[in-house]
């Protein structure tokens, strides 16, 4: 029966994690580009200070490979790819945790793992690790914010999963008690986030731009997240819905 179950949650993962995406992506689009605009703008005439302070000859510059234009309707396609990405794993999940009763409460647990997936794979790395605009970061210093950011997913992640599993072990406890307890992990795990290194690059974006962009890219994750918890989570009431019996046929009547 769970093994029967995978495919339909998968199919219900990519239903929901694209349109999701789409929402997001949408979002982004109107109100999160202007602000990249604005932050590739200001980079360009930074870098071409750079060029005309350190001489003509001491740098080349490079052709833009994609017009903004065409980055902007490529960031629907990406954030929609993205979606359903996530719809995936989210319905793998899913189903690894729920599969033996999948059908109760479709909608608590969705809006339920939703929360704990946000939290675990985007809020805490992003609290230690707030998003910035594009071009800003020193090329030297990539390898190393990719490790330390997916090291704080790793972390962020595993704090959730602990989390999960206190509140189980407490489940026989006073409520307060479990809640607490439970709060407290994902606390302790961004203590633990703040262990990593810092980001090494500096930031040459005015201060009124740089939490612009961060602020919207916060907005845009929590449409993200909870476009697809809302729309799995219908998605599994329609499924769970009875289907109503067919009306009994009626007798011609006599001649």
């Not at 719809?87 to 969705?110: C, D, H, K, M, N």
């Not at 795990?189 to 731009?209: I, R, Y």
């Amino acid at each position: 029966m769970a093994a029967e179950l995978l495919p339909r949650l998968l199919g219900r993962g990519v239903i929901a994690g694209g349109l999701a995406g789409l929402i997001s992506g949408g979002f982004a689009f109107f109100v999160t580009e202007p602000v990249m605009d604005r932050a590739v703008e200001l980079e360009g005439i930074r870098s071409a200070a750079e060029e005309a302070a350190a001489g003509a000859a001491a740098h080349e510059h490079a052709e833009e490979v994609f017009t903004r234009t065409e980055q902007h309707f490529g960031l629907i396609l990406a954030s929609v790819g993205a979606g359903v990405a996530l719809g995936i794993l989210f319905a793998a999940v899913y189903w690894a945790v729920f599969s033996r009763t999948a059908s109760e409460r479709p909608w608590q647990r969705a809006l339920t793992l939703a929360g704990a997936a946000f939290t675990g794979f985007w809020l805490l790395p992003f609290v230690r690790y707030p998003a910035n605009p594009p071009g800003v970061g020193d090329e030297g210093s990539l390898t190393q914010r990719t490790v330390t950011w997916a090291a704080a997913i790793v972390i962020g992640l595993a704090a959730v999963f602990v989390a999960w599993r206190v509140n189980a072990a407490l489940a026989d406890k006073a409520p307060h008690i479990r809640q607490l307890a439970t709060g407290a992990v994902p606390v302790v795990g961004l203590g633990v986030l703040f262990l990593l290194p810092a980001n090494p690059d500096e930031l040459p974006v005015p201060p009124d731009l740089l939490w612009d962009f961060r602020i919207l890219a916060a907005a845009s994750a929590v449409i993200l997240w909870t476009s697809l918890g809302v729309l799995f989570g219908l998605l599994g009431l329609r499924a769970a819905a009875p289907t109503p019996a067919p009306a009994p046929a009626t007798a011609p009547a006599a001649a």
